[in-house]
Nanobody
């Protein structure tokens, strides 16, 4: 069955870095554009970054441009999100899904940035 498993979150200080991973199974990962999303407490889930199938074309929400880098390893069915220069407003649960949010949501991974 289709499964998305996020990992790599944690507690980090302002200015720190984390690398999130999204392990995918049950579908043709290499043929799908994939995205990262996040949901902060009391807020709706929002788009963070997208990567197209080949891995060279990406999109980011304005607030993370220049700080976050999305990438993918198609043979490993895995997507990554390198997060640098983290800010308190990056605190959220981070999720991965396809670009149309059609897959069942995973449990997410908590990122907490402390000041």
């Amino acid at each position: 069955q289709v499964q998305l498993v996020e990992s790599g979150g944690g507690l980090v200080q302002v200015g720190g870095s984390l690398r999130l991973s999204c392990s995918a199974s049950g579908f043709a990962f290499s043929t799908q554009s994939m995205s990262w999303y996040r949901q902060a407490p009391g807020k709706e889930r929002e788009f963070v970054a997208q990567i197209y199938t080949g891995g060279t074309r990406t999109n980011y929400v304005e607030s993370v441009k220049g700080r976050f880098t999305i990438s993918r390893d198609n043979p490993k069915n895995t997507m990554y999100l390198q997060m640098n220069s983290l800010k308190p407003e990056d605190t959220a649960v981070y999720y991965c899904n396809d670009a149309f949010q059609l897959k069942p949501w995973g449990q997410g991974t908590q990122v907490t940035v402390s000041s």
